[in-house]
């Protein structure tokens, strides 16, 4: 029988979160003066093992997950991650395996993720402006970096890309534009992201955000646009085409066009905790079972429960949330769940 949740969605999507650990400081993810050197972050032999990440994912495809996504914190920073990734696509069920990443060292990792099995590849980047990019990574990286990883995913015929851009009123909104023809003319589909509220130490105000209906309204003044049909349920980007027949760039809207309802998702924290929201307050711990023994049935069982009782649909109600409420709200962090 699937498995449905309270609001009858089925499980469909993994998340993998394999580190907490990241070489950006992006201020409105993992912000420089929270994360400093001393900051204490995950150790080793707290994070899941890949054998029990695999065995995690194949438990989840019992349930119904058939795709995966590898993130973090930056994913490949975890240590010869490409062994993960082809344990994972030697699971039967699992048809698609990608990962998000912000590229800074994908050009030395790429041919042995593309030998391990992985299929697709998203790469973030906010703007083309080096000096708000810097802004951006807190000043870990230029643009220079990120083009060469895309350059490098390009030669190795992962195309299109998928570029995640998250939109900042007042720190890069007037470089979208820019953005969109630049990743037009190559082919690859940009997707810009409301700025969210994920976890508390980013500082996120509404004001900062850029309501999707105005990326596309300033996009569409220089590079005319219409609405594309949606491709599957679950699917959390609105996808626009150009008219000219120049390929399309998605929208994220989690804030001002909450896609809750069709939300498919479940993530797996680096040390093994599965959350069933990128708001939740709280996750559901599994490595503790795995470690003590459980056998596969009772994972199972203990998944089949929290997804059973999942109720999550914080970006609908966010509006309906004080400022006070909303700040009190103990989340979890974007870089550990990894968006
Ligand atoms: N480090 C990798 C990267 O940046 O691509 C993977 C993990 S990162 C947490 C996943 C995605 O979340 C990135 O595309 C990032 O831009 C996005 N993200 C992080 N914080 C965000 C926020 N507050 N609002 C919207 N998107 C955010
Ligand atoms: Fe690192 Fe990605 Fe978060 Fe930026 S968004 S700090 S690259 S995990
Ligand atoms: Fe899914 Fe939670 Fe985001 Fe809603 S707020 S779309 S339930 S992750």
Redesign the pocket.
């Known amino acids: 029988m699937t498995l449905k949740d309270q609001y009858e969605r089925p499980l469909r999507d993994l998340r993998i979160s394999v580190t907490d650990r990241?070489n950006?400081r992006?201020p409105?993810?993992m912000p420089a003066e929270i994360f400093g050197e001393r900051y204490q972050f995950l150790p080793k032999p707290q994070l899941l093992t890949f054998e029990e990440i695999a065995r995690l994912t194949r438990i989840l495809v019992r349930l119904g997950a058939v795709k995966a996504r590898l993130?973090?914190?930056?994913?490949l920073l975890r240590q010869d991650i490409e062994e993960l990734v082809a344990m994972l696509a030697a699971i039967e069920g699992v048809d698609d395996l990608a990962m998000?990443?912000?590229a800074y060292l994908l050009p030395q990792k790429l041919d042995a993720l593309k030998a391990a099995g992985l299929k697709r590849l998203?790469?973030?980047l906010?703007t083309l402006d080096d000096e708000i990019f810097r802004r951006m990574n807190g000043g870990r990286s230029g643009v220079d970096k990120v083009l060469a990883g895309i350059a490098a995913a390009e030669a190795a015929g992962y195309t299109p890309l998928k570029i995640?851009a998250?939109v900042q009123r007042g720190v890069n909104d007037h470089t979208l534009v820019e953005l969109a023809r630049f990743f037009k003319e190559r082919g690859h589909i940009l997707r810009f992201?409301?700025?969210?509220?994920?976890g508390n130490k980013?500082g996120?105000r509404m004001d900062e955000v850029v309501p999707s209906a105005e990326i596309v309204e300033r996009i569409h003044a220089e590079l005319p646009l219409e609405p594309a049909a949606g491709n599957y349920f679950g699917e959390v980007a609105r996808r626009y085409r150009y008219v000219d027949g120049g390929g399309e760039i998605g929208l994220i809207s989690s804030v001002t066009q909450p896609f809750c309802g069709s939300c498919t998702r479940m993530r797996l924290s680096p040390e093994g905790r599965i959350f069933t929201c990128l708001f939740a307050v709280e996750g559901t711990d599994l490595r503790g079972p795995l470690r003590a023994g459980a056998a596969d049935d009772e994972i199972e069982a203990i998944i089949r429960a929290t997804w059973g009782a999942r109720i999550d649909r914080y970006s609908e109600i966010r509006s309906s949330l004080t400022d006070e409420v909303r700040d009190r709200r103990k989340k979890v962090e974007?870089?550990h769940i990894?968006?």
Do not use: A, H, K, R
């Open positions: 990241c950006f992006c409105y993810c993130t973090g914190g930056e994913p998000t990443t912000n998203t790469i973030s906010d995640n998250v992201i409301e700025y969210m509220d994920v980013n996120w974007m870089y990894g968006g």
